[in-house]
Nanobody, 123 residues
Framework: QVQLVESGGGLVQAGGSLRLSCVASGLPFSTYAMAWLRQAPGKEREFVAAISSGGGSQPYADSVKGRFTISRDNAKNTVYLQMTTLKPDDTAVYYC????????????????WGQGTQVTVSS
C-alpha cells in the first residue's frame, strides 16, 4: 500500500518560516519525481515546486521562487518544502505528489497524492 504522509503545516505570521515534510512508503521512492502543489479557497490547485528523482532539477512557481526550497532525502523516503518570508497569499492546503519517472510533468500525471496539510499565514 502506497502512502504519502505530510506534516509541518500550521499557523505562522507573515514573514515567518515553516518546513513541510512528506514521508513516502510502499513505493521505490528514488524512482519517483516529487512535487508540492497547493490549493487556496475558491482557487484551482496550483503548482508550487518539484524535484527530480535524483534531486538535481528543482523547478519552482514564479510566485515562490527565491522564498521556497524543495529538497529530498532518498535514504529517508522524504521530500521537504522549506518556506521562508511567508505571505498571506501562501495560505492554502499543500499537497505532496509522486510521479513515476525522473521528472514531474503535470498534475494529470501524478500517480500518488498526499491528503494535504493546511498552511495559514496571518497578516
Amino acid at each position: 500500500q502506497v502512502q504519502l504522509v505530510e506534516s509541518g503545516g500550521g499557523l505562522v505570521q507573515a514573514g515567518g518560516s515553516l518546513r513541510l515534510s512528506c514521508v513516502a512508503s510502499g513505493l521505490p521512492f528514488s524512482t519517483y519525481a516529487m512535487a508540492w502543489l497547493r490549493q487556496a479557497p475558491g482557487k484551482e490547485r496550483e503548482f508550487v515546486a518539484a524535484i527530480s528523482s535524483g534531486g538535481g532539477s528543482q523547478p519552482y512557481a514564479d510566485s515562490v521562487k527565491g522564498r521556497f526550497t524543495i529538497s529530498r532525502d532518498n535514504a529517508k523516503n522524504t521530500v521537504y518544502l522549506q518556506m521562508t518570508t511567508l505571505k498571506p497569499d501562501d495560505t492554502a492546503v499543500y499537497y505532496c505528489a509522486a510521479t513515476l519517472g525522473r521528472y514531474y510533468r503535470s498534475a494529470r500525471d501524478v500517480d500518488y497524492w498526499g491528503q494535504g496539510t493546511q498552511v495559514t499565514v496571518s497578516s
